[in-house]
């Protein structure tokens, strides 16, 4: 007899690999998020627990890794003034959340199909 | 002019997460595969390059965690001694490839977008 569903939830994480490379997942996509929300890498980097140099470097890969920089620095005194998403940058996020949501959809039935494999 | 779409992969790491606890992942699935292949969990954690303390530890994760153990272990003389799946573990397993492959097509398409926008 299947048991009653349990509270589930899936979280996709989807990784992208360009070659033989990690290119982008989920926590680019969560700093480029916070670069738009803040408008600072450094703010973006704080409200994930990240240190500046870190986050730095992941907007260095993504640099090298696409085409077009996704992340307008601003040329201000300060190496840790303004930061913007460009339109790529935008672009990019936008298509990697209708990736998560789709990939979400497509998983459901099966997912419900698992949970009452799960204790109640 | 949108570039050329470069080599691109995409793994979809799904996380299933039971009430707040994680439950089932890709990590987990490789090793009830291994389990499957090799009849023995200490072969299964080898494969994995994993310790065999490692690999029991999530094995005894599953147990709590699924209304039904997924590993059967031999009662032999031997706490290394032979493991195979149960039917509730050749199930998740296979429900788990289902939900990779469900994501994977559906992201295809938007995923092809994405590498348009990276270097070729």
Do not use: C, Q
Not at 64 to 74: C, T
Not at 88 to 102: D, F, H, N
């Amino acid at each position: 007899m299947p048991n009653k569903p349990v509270s589930l939830s899936i979280d996709p994480r989807l990784r992208i690999n360009h070659g033989r490379r990690f290119a982008f997942g989920p926590g680019k996509a969560e700093l480029l998020e916070k670069i738009e929300r803040t408008g600072s890498i450094s703010e973006a980097a704080k409200a994930m627990g990240m240190s500046y140099m870190r986050a730095w470097t992941l907007v260095k890969s993504l640099d090298r890794d696409f085409a077009e920089p996704l992340v307008n620095k601003s040329r201000g005194g300060s190496n840790r003034g303004g930061a913007t998403l460009s339109k790529t940058g935008r672009r990019v996020l936008s298509i990697y959340r209708e990736m998560e949501a789709a990939s979400k959809a497509a998983i459901h039935a099966a997912g419900k199909r698992l949970g009452r494999l799960l204790k109640p």
